[in-house]
């Protein structure tokens, strides 16, 4: 599985942004898909995840109500909606693939799951 992120941007405090995460190969409903993010001299840390079945979501406490994580499978893509952007959701934001079927929704929030990763998408809030 590889995966190409994209979306990322300058906005302002208050404001939205909608990062894609396209997949290519084929996805099994199993697969679960994530978000990441890092910012400076941060570690890096979950955002929210989603099984392509789409029976399952997660999200970080600190994003919740805020963010939503779907998917189009007819565009093979995960898409992460953020509103209501804060400074300090400024970060590199990654999504990554995990391929094993054996997560369960208690465990998307951990990084060693995901074995497949894209390149980061800038995202960056100004006050």
């Known amino acids: 599985v590889q995966l190409q992120a994209s979306g990322g941007g300058l906005v302002q405090d208050g404001g939205s942004l909608r990062l894609s995460c396209t997949a290519s190969?084929?996805?099994?409903?199993?697969?679960?898909v994530g978000w990441f993010r890092q910012a400076p001299g941060k570690e890096r840390e979950f955002v929210a995840a989603i099984r392509w079945s789409r029976d399952s979501t997660a999200y970080a406490d600190s994003v919740k109500g805020r963010f939503a994580i779907s998917r189009d499978s007819m565009k093979n893509t995960v898409y992460l909606q953020m509103n209501s952007l804060k400074p300090e959701d400024t970060a590199v934001y990654y999504c990554a693939a995990d391929a094993s079927g054996r997560t369960i929704v208690s465990s998307f929030h951990s990084e060693n799951r995901y074995a497949h990763w894209g390149q980061g998408t800038q995202v960056t809030v100004s006050s």
């Open positions: 190969g084929r996805m099994q409903s199993r697969y679960v």
